[in-house]
């Protein structure tokens, strides 16, 4: 396989992995590698104690499968990821930070209805 045909074959897992509906998991490692490679990502900040984030998981995962290809969603467990949590003076959880093109253009606080939620992506699109 030449240099040319590896590019093609990670460029097609991206995409793959870009438009398949499934929630990234990130870390303090990988968070910039990830809002950098996909156009729009929307971070869903969480905690494990945290009773309303585990309210909105299902919309989350809800929502990377109906914007698939649109928008990639993402997990930030943010006691394991304190780094990315300060960078982004995140106060409060759930907290969804969006990005567009690498930069944060926005960000959602609070465990929000789903049509709220689509509502202020819509504002993003």
């Not at 398949?20 to 900040?45: H, I």
């Not at 959880?93 to 939620?117: N, S, Y």
Request: aromatic share 8%; charged share 25%; proline share 5%.
């Amino acid at each position: 396989m030449d240099e040319l045909d590896e590019i093609r074959k990670k460029k097609m897992e991206s995409l793959r992995t870009m438009t398949s509906g499934e929630v990234l998991v990130l870390t303090d490692a990988n968070l910039a590698e990830t809002v950098n490679k996909y156009p729009f990502v929307v971070v869903d900040c969480w905690a494990e104690w945290c009773g309303p984030c585990k309210m909105i998981a299902p919309i989350i995962e809800e929502l990377a499968r109906e914007y698939a290809g649109r928008i990639t969603f993402a997990k930030l467990n943010i006691d394991e990821n304190m780094n990315a949590a300060m960078n982004y003076q995140i106060s409060a959880i759930p907290t969804m930070l969006v990005f567009r093109g690498g930069a944060m253009t926005g960000q959602i606080v609070g465990a929000l209805p789903k049509p709220h939620i689509e509502q202020k992506l819509q504002e993003y699109l």
